[in-house]
């Protein structure tokens, strides 16, 4: 059955009107001696994109999917995995993430929900076979229920905690069957309200051990795929406490952690913590630790967790300006983790919302490959640091001096004049880049 009476998206080039057409994203034009499938792997989110219906805090459902027409939650979910792979055929994406509770409906006991997520699983690899679509990552769900009020791997509740391993073991053991190259950690309800109940203490001591204990199952089962921790500031809770990546790379290096996670950057978190997506890429970059991207974007306006495809050029042509400084993505890709509005009820709307996205991201790919290739920004930073590179500043850099030599510098030579940092210049530059790049 076919549930979308759309054909396969092709590649129409920047001149198209047809709005169900690529007009930036050419899967194998090659960039950087890359294809574009390959640089930016794409990755479409199975819970925005099957399981969304339009609610919001103040609204129920909006959207009637031809895949949800059953009462039958088990028929419900195999219907979704055809849905799915039929839109990710034809929008030609190779990756798709999901959380546990996306793929298959809880049961009553945890041996209850086990066994639906391997009967969905089974399903699912057969339509992977199928379209040698691949798994990006895995995650499991461990906010929405009710048990997890006050959080899962901080939790007041040591039963929660037991039954939040429990929920991670078999997430990774079904991430590893579907050939998952990573396995993503974000604690929707880690974090607290007030901190005149919490023992903050406590709570991230057992959230790394939770995390060690991954590890170490992670070495038991021979699953080699990379971790990820996904920051996030707030909302659910007050305060998160994976707020964003200088913050969750303290906690790891405290804990000893740090050898085995990355960071999975989403660019409506790094603005809620009041920093910009490409801030939070340069934070991973440099420490290494990029891993992958939830692409989407938030509106300033309202200033919460809209998760709303992106499509500023500006925003996009910065992320892949990063990425591509790190190397570019080796397990990671660029995974949608947004959702059309609620007023776009249309199941065509949902294609429309991809196209968007995708072309965003390859027409800041190239762009950002054309600013590497010509070396406009690095060339003016090494210019700017340049003095870094000889006298004092080398000796500075190599650890030859102290307080002390440097004050017999400074009494002798005093300071030499500052030169103006351009910002004005180089937004100028940036922004014809964008404009001129086909």
Aim: net charge negative; with cysteine.
């Amino acid at each position: 059955m076919a549930y979308f009476n759309i054909g396969k998206i092709q590649y129409e080039g920047p001149q198209s009107k047809n709005p169900l057409s690529f007009k930036y994203y050419n899967p194998d034009e090659v960039v950087m001696g890359k294809t574009m499938k390959d640089q930016l792997r794409f990755a479409m989110s199975y819970w925005h994109t099957l399981t969304y219906m339009g609610t919001d805090p103040f609204g129920g459902t909006t959207m009637s999917r031809d895949w949800d027409q059953t009462d039958d939650p088990m028929k419900k979910a195999k219907e979704r995995v055809h849905a799915a792979f039929e839109f990710m055929e034809k929008m030609q994406i190779p990756f798709f993430c999901f959380h546990d509770q996306d793929i298959a409906p809880r049961g009553k006991t945890l041996e209850e929900t086990n066994k639906r997520l391997d009967e969905i699983v089974a399903v699912i690899k057969e339509e992977m076979a199928r379209t040698g679509i691949k798994c990006l990552w895995g995650t499991t769900n461990a906010f929405g229920d009710d048990k997890f009020v006050h959080g899962a791997g901080t939790s007041c509740n040591a039963t929660v905690f037991a039954y939040t391993a429990a929920q991670i073991k078999k997430a990774m053991e079904i991430t590893k069957e579907l050939g998952g190259v990573n396995y993503v950690f974000w604690g929707g309800r880690e974090g607290y309200e007030t901190l005149l109940n919490t023992d903050t203490g406590l709570e991230l001591d057992n959230l790394a051990r939770l995390l060690q204990m991954a590890v170490d199952y992670a070495k038991e089962i021979g699953f080699t795929g990379q971790f990820l921790i996904e920051p996030k500031p707030k909302e659910p809770t007050k305060h998160q406490y994976d707020f964003d990546t200088a913050t969750v790379l303290a906690f790891l290096r405290k804990y000893n952690l740090q050898d085995y996670f990355k960071m999975n950057i989403e660019a409506n978190h790094a603005t809620l913590a009041q920093h910009t997506f490409q801030h939070e890429l340069n934070m991973s970059r440099i420490n290494n630790v990029l891993g992958s991207v939830d692409a989407n974007t938030g509106d300033p306006m309202l200033g919460w967790d809209t998760d709303q495809f992106p499509t500023n050029v500006y925003d996009t042509t910065l992320a892949m300006y990063e990425i591509l400084l790190a190397g570019g993505f080796t397990k990671g890709g660029l995974n949608f983790d947004s959702k059309v509005r609620r007023a776009s009820f249309q199941d065509d709307d949902l294609f429309y919302a991809y196209i968007a996205g995708m072309d965003a991201f390859a027409k800041g790919l190239k762009v950002a490959a054309k600013l590497l290739e010509d070396g406009v920004l690095e060339n003016f930073k090494a210019e700017r640091y340049a003095s870094y590179k000889e006298g004092i500043g080398k000796d500075i850099v190599e650890g030859k001096v102290g307080f002390k030599e440097l004050e017999a510098y400074a009494l002798k030579n005093g300071t030499t004049p500052n030169k103006s940092g351009r910002q004005e210049m180089l937004e100028s530059i940036l922004n014809q880049y964008i404009l001129e790049t086909k």
